[in-house]
């Protein structure tokens, strides 16, 4: 299916993309802003700012810069003391050497690397931090196993799911990309995070991931409508509020 297509997928769902998505264990954004020489942060593809309220929390001195007009007025309504703008990873609107760190929420495979790869260091101070987060399922729990199976590839992808990520993300960084040719050597680790869902919920979550907003209505009508099937039969999820396990996965690297 075509990257273009699924990646600007989003605007069209931003208020239940706002309501339903996840934000990222506090752990792992820490961790990202470990080795970052100050407190300026670019929050890059931002979204809705489920990462950039999160940064806010810590102290981060943020500026989010999101590509999607309709995710980015949601943020600006959630979050109206941040700089936001409109731009993208291929061209953001800021100076040179003007960040000390740059994250990206489930975000950072959507860029293009070697456009992207460029404009990030270049807006970096030296020897500052690049760093992917994603929210993954923890398929070693069986419930969540069989609801992968059960979802199929339009829902959950390779990067959604402890036991895939990592090489699903370490390949954006491998030498001849440009991202990888201008940071150093990656570090990749979890940290325990979860939401809690009902089943309602948790299918509103799925019917935000990009192959199901672009999918044909019936197709997705009935996606849904077997995962709703599925939950019921589940004595984790059948009866009101559960958590859902998941990790926050985080690729870490530092500008050369």
Do not use: C
């Not at 959507?110 to 992207?116: E, I, K, M, N, S």
């Not at 929210?135 to 895939?164: F, K, Q, Y």
């Amino acid at each position: 299916m075509d990257d273009h297509l699924l990646r600007s997928s989003f605007g069209a769902a931003a208020t239940v993309y706002a309501e339903h998505r996840p934000d990222y264990a506090r752990a792992g954004v820490r961790w990202a802003l470990e080795p970052a020489p100050g407190p300026r942060v670019l929050d890059l593809g931002a979204g809705t700012g489920k990462l950039t309220a999160t940064l806010v929390e810590l102290g981060a001195d943020v500026v989010a810069v999101e590509p999607d007009p309709a995710m980015l007025t949601e943020l600006r309504r959630a979050l109206p003391a941040v700089r936001a703008l409109p731009g993208s990873a291929e061209s953001i609107p800021l100076p040179d050497a003007s960040v000390d760190a740059v994250l990206a929420g489930n975000a950072l495979h959507w860029f293009d690397p070697v456009v992207a790869g460029a404009e990030i260091a270049r807006v970096l101070a030296p020897g500052g931090v690049l760093a992917g987060l994603w929210n993954v399922m923890d398929d070693r729990i069986d419930w969540v196993s069989a609801l992968e199976r059960v979802s199929g590839s339009a829902v959950i992808g390779p990067r959604d799911t402890l036991s895939s990520w990592r090489a699903a993300t370490a390949a954006m960084l491998v030498a001849g990309t440009g991202l990888g040719t201008r940071f150093g050597a990656s570090e990749q680790v979890e940290f325990p995070h979860g939401q809690r869902r009902t089943a309602d919920s948790l299918v509103a979550t799925l019917a935000t991931r990009a192959g199901m907003l672009v999918a044909p209505e019936e197709e997705r009508d009935a996606t849904l409508g077997q995962i709703r099937a599925f939950l019921a039969t589940r004595s984790e999820t059948a009866q009101g509020e559960f958590t859902l396990p998941m990790l926050t996965g985080v690729l870490r690297v530092l500008r050369r």
